[in-house]
Structure formats: C-alpha cells, structure tokens
C-alpha cells in the first residue's frame, strides 16, 4: 500500500497543525536547481515535500526552480524536472516559481540590510576572505571594510549592480560576527558580481544572490511553512535565520533530513553529467542510470519508486541503502500487474522427432495463472520445431539441474512432456545446434494421466512463430557499492558488463504488437519493458527491468 510512513517531519507538521502554528496552513516547496536531470535521491525529497503537502486539507507543495546561478542552467533540464515530477504522481497546480523571478526584491532586501547596518561592500580577493575567515580552531579578522559608512555602502552596492566592477572584485557581505563558532556566521557572502548572461532575465544583472541569501528568501516570498532540505545545510540553518531575522520578514522552518545514498550507484548531478558527457552511458535516461528518466525508461513504475522512498524512511543520520530494496519495490509492484508471458533470451533449437510435421496446435494460456479471470487468456502456437532457452539444456548436467539433459523428461510450459533422446552438434565446433526430443501426446495441458512427475518446466516459444526481438539485460553500473571510495576516480569503477545486448532473443506471437512502455513478466527470467525510444514495429527492443527472484525451474 501506499501509506505514508511515520517519520519526524510528518510529526513536527501534525504538531504544528494541531497548535495553529502556521494558521492552519501546510507550504512545503520542492526546489532543484535546473543544471541536471532528476535521480532517485530526489524523488525521496520530492515524496516527502509533495507527500506531506497533499495528507493536509489545502496543502501546497511548489515547484520552484532554483536558478540563481546563471551558467549552468539550461531549459532542457527544467523541462525534463516538470515531465519526471508529474510522472512521479504530483502535481504543483499553479505553484511553479522561479527563483530568478525574485532578482528585483532580493536586491531590495540587500539594500535594507545595507541600510540598516548589517551588510558591507568588501573589497578583499577570494583568496583574503578565506584567508580572514579563519578555522574552527580560530577565530577570523575582520575585513578592514566592515566598517564602511551605509552611504558608501549604498553607493558601491549600487555601482556594483551597474556593472562598474569586474567579476570577483567586490562582494556583499553579511556583518555577522568573524568570531562565531559557526564558520557560516563570519560575514558570509550575499551578492557576488559575475557578469554572465541569465538564462531567463539576460543581461540585467551582473550581481547574482548568493544561495544562502536568496533562498530563504524565496521560502519566505512564498509564505512556504516548512522548508525541508538535506543534511549537508544544517550548518546554513544559523544564516537562514539570520538573514529572515534581520529584516524581520515571514520566517519559514528549514528542517533537515538525511539524503539518499545508494549502494553501487551515484547521487551527483556533475558526477551524472559526467558519465553523459563522456558517453560511459547513451544519456541522462540510459536504463542503467538512478535517473528518474532512466528509471523510467528502464520499466521502473511511479509506484514503485513511491512505495520506494516511503519505506526506506526519513531519518537524521546519513545512511545507505542495499540497491535490493529499490528492485524488491519494483518487483513487488509489477508481480501483480504484469501479464506473463514466455520469452527466450538466448535461443537452442528443440526438434520434436515424433510431432507431426505440418501440426500447428493453438494452445489455450492464461496471462496471470495465479489468478486466470484477472488477465484473461491467449492462444500460444505450439508445434515440431521450438526454440527453448541455452541455459536449460546441459548435456551432462550436475547435480540438482532438473531440466533438459539426454534421457531427461521435462514439462514444456502449457503444453506437453517430452523427452530428450539426442542432440546434434555442429562438427567442427561441437557447439549444439538442435536438441531433439519425443513428446508425449497424453500429456497435453502439462499433466501425465499415469500421474508420473517430472522435475523441471521449461518455457519455450515455437520457432516459426515466434518474434525475433533484441533484449538489453542490464547489471549494476559499479562494480563497488561506494563507487570513487578511497580518493578513487568514480569512473574506475564502472562496471564494464552492466550493459548485455542479445541480438537474437525471441518471443511468442502474442508480442508481436506490444506497444513502447508496455510491462511484461517474461517466464522465469524476469519482467521486461518495451523500450521506448529504440524499439520499432519491426525492430522490438525490451528492456529487463529487474529478474525474479527465483530465475530456476520450479
Ligand atoms: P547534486 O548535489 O546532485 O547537484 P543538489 O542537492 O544540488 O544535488 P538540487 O537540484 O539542489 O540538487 O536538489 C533539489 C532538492 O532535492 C534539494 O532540496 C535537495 O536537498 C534534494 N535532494 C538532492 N539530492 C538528494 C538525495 N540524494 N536525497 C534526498 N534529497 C535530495
Ligand atoms: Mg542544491
Ligand atoms: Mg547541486
């Protein structure tokens, strides 16, 4: 099911319901900087936000593009943001913002700092601040600009904005304390000059906000009630409070929960950007990326990755989680959606020797044997030559393989008994070409009247009815569960095998027509996906989202 799990944020939210504290309201805000496409770990934040905002009688959650930083943005990227997060289920309304939007009232509140004595121009170089700022051992020194009069303030602030400084120049600072304990109170930057064209309001501006200056502005522009982030902005509570205290404007709740860390994956934006960029991965959707396109692509369902980020929970302490949990999610959800069908991955030649020649039977299967009515039924096309998979022959098998071996009888799925009398082998090669076998006529349906029992059942599609297709398998993209652990180049640990194409897969008759995103549980190897941007009519590509649990015979 999809209820919302307890968590400490759920909990202050219910508090603060229930003593008014926020006049009954509920505004939380989910805020990407749109520099890179949605991963997994942002789904956990954007199911919490949206999550807690849609549990309360006209609770909001916005959308709000964090787009202070004019290099890196791009509109790619934000529409890609709006397509993932409304594939994930939610649904901002009109509340999508901008934090760019907010440029004008952002300068006006530095000026009301300027003038009420609590920001300064600094004229030092980046290397003096960091020098000034001192250690967490040390206290830092002040900069010999603090002490600047407001008008000249005003005067710089203004010509900074004018475009009359270069880049790196000046700086708009806090007047904090260079003694705080806590690094992020000593003076932090508010405004720096970079003369970069934005994305959306031009050449307007040549000063940019810093981060901790416009964002809990735009929290506080947009009356949001709780402001939920990740960890890593703990320390930069103490400024976002400052910086609302000072000028004494609607002071939202930042609240801090750890991110999502996976296990043989990765999280950074830049670091994705950089398997894209270098072409380690087809792109941002490649199948094998923690993307929510990839995700996507890959056959993953918004369920799942809700059902997801509910169960791993929202806690204080950083943590990883096992990868299983994500597949165990999506198996979970698709093992009752998913109609089954019989797909073979690598294909061997079977030749029954005593089937009729020119006998095509149309054998009566249900798509959902657990529940035949649930999915109703299709005809499967049954007849002498079949093609079942490689790895359920051996010629001299080991112990406990129950499946296909000279003199061994199995059950072919839905249809009869047969058994294996020989094989024929290409001369030069040894490799085996057919598999050639007897069928019993009297076990059709799958049972023997005698009621002998056989070990294994095998799924298998007839070989001139079948649909050649292509099946990407995929495997973890590292090979480490830290990838870039020990001062290691992330990269070094991609897992070279994490893509296997196979050209010459096959499929039964009925997926002739399966359409780009439709779901399938393919007997025993797993539940694959129509992939939506290389499959065609005559070219079918599934993608394997996940095995089964169990891939052996029953
Ligand atoms: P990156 O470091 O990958 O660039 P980011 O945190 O800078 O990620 P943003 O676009 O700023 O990316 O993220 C938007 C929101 O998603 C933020 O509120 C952030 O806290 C949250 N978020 C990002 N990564 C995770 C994660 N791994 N787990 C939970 N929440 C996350
Ligand atoms: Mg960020
Ligand atoms: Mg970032």
Known sequence: GNKPSPNFIRHIVAEDTKTGKWGGRVVTRFPPEPNGYLHIGHAKSICLNFGIAKEYEGGKCHLRFDDTNPTKEDEEYKEAIIEDVKWLGFDWGENLFHASDYFERLYEFAVQLIKSGKAYVCDLSPEEVRQYRGTLTEPGKNSPYRERSVEENLDLFERMRAGEFPDGSRLLRAKIDMASPKLILRDPALYRIRKVRHERTGDKWCIYPMYDFAHCLSDSLERITHSICTLEFEDNRALYDWVLDALEVYHSQQIEFARLNLDFTIMSKRKLLQLVEQ??????????????????????TPESIRNFCERIGVGKKDSWIGIDKLENAIREDLNTKTP???????????????????????????????????????????????????????????????????????????????????????????????????????????????????????????????????????????????????????????????????????????????????????????????????????????????????????
């Open 340 to 554: 089954r069908v019989m797909g073979i991955l690598r294909p061997l030649k079977l030749v029954i020797d005593n089937y009729p020649d020119d006998l095509v039977e149309e054998l009566e299967a249900p798509y959902f044997p657990d529940d035949p009515p649930k999915m109703g039924f299709r005809k499967v096309p049954f007849s002498k030559e079949l093609y079942v998979e490689q790895t359920d022959f051996m010629e001299e098998p080991f112990k406990k393989f129950w499946r296909l071996a000279p003199g061994r009888e199995v059950r072919l799925r839905w249809a009869y008994f047969v058994t294996c009398t020989h094989v024929v082998k290409d001369e030069e090669t040894g490799e085996i070409l057919e598999v050639h076998c007897t069928y019993d006529p009297e076990t059709k349906g799958g049972d023997a009247p005698d009621g002998r029992k056989v070990k294994g059942t095998i799924h298998w599609v007839s070989a001139a009815h079948s649909v050649p297709v292509e099946v990407r398998l995929y495997d973890r993209l590292f090979e480490v569960a830290r990838p870039g652990e020990g001062g290691k180049d992330f990269v070094e640990d991609l897992n070279a095998n994490s893509l296997e194409t196979l050209p010459e897969s096959r499929v039964e008759r009925s997926l002739g027509q399966a359409k780009p995103g439709e779901r399938y549980q393919f007997e025993r190897t797993g539940y694959f996906c129509v992939d939506t941007k290389d499959s065609a009519e005559d070219h079918l590509v599934f993608n394997r989202i996940v095995t089964l649990r169990d891939t052996w015979a029953k």
């Open 279 to 300: 072409k380690y991965v087809s792109g941002w959707d490649d199948p094998r990326m923690p993307t929510i396109s990839g995700l996507r692509r890959r056959g993953f």
